[in-house]
C-alpha cells in the first residue's frame, strides 16, 4: 500500500480489516490509480461503482469497489466530486460492465459520465423529469402526493384480539 501511496495523491487510507482497504483519492487521479490497480496489482475484477450523497458537504462519494482473486482481497477506492458539477471521466475502457454502473448513477444520481456508453439513455425511469430520486434533497413524500391520488389507508388489528375472535366467534 505504501508504494501506491507515494506514486499517487492519496488522501486517506482506511483499512477495514485484513482483506478489506478504502482510500480516497482526488477526482482527477481516480482513473489512473483504478488502472494501475488493475494492471499492476492485480485489481481484476470490479465489484461495483456506487455512490453516496453527502448533502451537507455538497458533495457525492463514489465508491469503486475493486477485487484481487489472487489475493482474496478487496479496495475500495473512494472519490469526492461537487454535487453542482457532478461529473467523472469514464471507467467502461477498463471494464465493460462499468457503463451499467455510471448509466445508474447518471440517471439516480445525476452524475455524468461523458463518453459513457449509453449513459445518456434511460435506464430504469423512463421518461423520468424530475430531479434524480437517489439524491437525499429529492422530496419523496411531496412526489407522491403530487404523482398520484390519495388512498385509505389500511385497518390495523392487534393479533391476539384478531386470533381471538377467529378461533372463538361466540365469545365476547
Keep these: 500500500m505504501n508504494d501506491i501511496k507515494t506514486k499517487f495523491d492519496i488522501t486517506d487510507i482506511i483499512e477495514q480489516r485484513e482483506n478489506l482497504s478504502f482510500i480516497t483519492i482526488p477526482k482527477e487521479h481516480a482513473i489512473s490509480l483504478v488502472t494501475y490497480l488493475r494492471d499492476v496489482k492485480g485489481f481484476k475484477h470490479l465489484v461495483l461503482l456506487t ?30 466530486i461537487s454535487r453542482e458539477d457532478a461529473t467523472m471521466e469514464t471507467a467502461h475502457h477498463l471494464w465493460e460492465q462499468v457503463a451499467t454502473y455510471q448509466r445508474e448513477l447518471k440517471e439516480m444520481f445525476g452524475i455524468d459520465f461523458p463518453g459513457s456508453p449509453d449513459v445518456d439513455k434511460p435506464f430504469i425511469l423512463e421518461g423520468w423529469d424530475d430531479k434524480p430520486p437517489y439524491r437525499r434533497d429529492f422530496d419523496t ?25 377467529k378461533l372463538y366467534p361466540d365469545e365476547k
Design 51 to 80: 455512490a453516496a450523497d453527502w448533502l451537507e458537504d455538497e458533495e457525492f462519494q463514489l465508491t469503486y469497489l475493486l477485487n484481487n482473486p489472487d489475493e482474496k482481497s478487496d479496495l475500495g477506492v473512494r472519490v469526492f
Design 141 to 165: 413524500k411531496q412526489y407522491s402526493e403530487d404523482t398520484y391520488f390519495p388512498r385509505p389507508g389500511r385497518e390495523s388489528n392487534d393479533p391476539a384480539e384478531y386470533m381471538k375472535k
